[in-house]
Nanobody, 121 residues
């Protein structure tokens, strides 16, 4: 059974930092793309960052470049999202998702339950 479990969300003041974790199980980790998405109230879900667990390549949305860093611990099957210089507009529910590299599409196969990040001004 595939599982993705996010943790690390919380309430932080603007300018602060948080580190989100996505612990995964049930699939071959280094054959998957792992992504972080977020959804703010009343807004569509947006892609934030992703990492290719095969070659380590990464992607960042323009809105988080230079502030967020995605990393992967293949030994722990866990992906992290380090977030610095947080802004109120970073508020939302953060989800991690997994999709096989060989058949990656816009419809990611597996999703976690989400973790709330709230940035106060």
């Amino acid at each position: 059974e595939v599982q993705l479990v996010e943790s690390g969300g919380g309430l932080v003041q603007a300018g602060g930092s948080l580190r989100l974790s996505c612990a995964t199980s049930g699939f071959t980790f280094d054959r998957y793309l792992i992504g972080w998405f977020r959804q703010a109230p009343g807004k569509e879900r947006e892609g934030v960052s992703s990492i290719n667990n095969d070659d380590g390549s990464t992607y960042y949305a323009d809105s988080v470049k230079g502030r967020f860093t995605i990393s992967s611990d293949n030994a722990k099957n866990t992906v992290y999202l380090q977030m610095h210089s947080l802004k109120p507009e970073d508020t939302g529910v953060y989800y991690c998702a997994a999709d096989p590299l060989v058949s990656h599409s816009d419809n990611w196969d597996y999703w976690g339950q989400g973790t709330q990040v709230t940035v106060s001004s």
